[in-house]
């Protein structure tokens, strides 16, 4: 059944079961929401991020900013896992632009809850589709991140772009591009 649900008071309709939003913003502030289809042109390199990377005493991971040679810019990473990936997205000659925290992803899950993810790297790539890149050890995937990175890789088919979710890179070779 394919059945839009009906929006809570202040908040946009909710999107039918397996459709897709995207939500950003651009340089001069301004919020967008488009169809997944109208994404694709969008070149969100050159966009703000669509969430605020915080920072807090006593938290866990170590954000920061990466100074970009391919961008000419400081990126901004949650984590040193996040810094790592970022750093090879940078080293990588294909990527012409990389974007932190790029877009929300919106959808309806089938039983009816509206979900939204913000991937961590949108990597433009000269002569090849877009990569999004998700984040995450491994033994830090619950069933709830691994369902929001299932409806990102499913968004990213669908729009033709590549999806990755990374771990760990090798220690060894992240060590010597550092």
Not at 4 to 11: F, R, S
Request: aromatic share 8%; proline share 10%; net charge positive.
């Amino acid at each position: 059944m394919n059945k839009t649900l009906p929006a809570l008071p202040g908040k946009a309709p909710a999107l039918p079961p397996g459709a897709f939003e995207i939500g950003y913003t651009a340089q001069d502030g301004a919020q967008h929401r488009v169809p997944l289809a109208g994404a694709a042109v969008v070149r969100f390199a050159d966009t703000q991020p669509a969430r605020r990377i915080r920072t807090r005493k006593g938290q866990r991971h170590l954000p920061g900013r990466w100074w970009s040679a391919t961008d000419g810019r400081h990126i901004g990473y949650e984590s040193w896992l996040e810094r790592d990936q970022l750093m090879w997205l940078d080293w990588d000659r294909a990527v012409t632009g990389t974007a932190s925290q790029p877009f929300r992803l919106r959808w309806t899950t089938e039983e009816g809850e509206p979900r939204s993810h913000v991937p961590d790297y949108f990597a433009e790539r000269g002569g090849g589709p877009p990569v999004v890149v998700d984040c995450r050890p491994a033994d830090r995937r619950g069933p709830r991140d691994l369902a929001a990175f299932e409806a990102t890789r499913r968004a990213c088919g669908l729009v033709g772009w590549e999806y990755r979710l990374v771990g760990a890179p090798d220690p060894i070779a992240t060590a010597n591009l550092r």
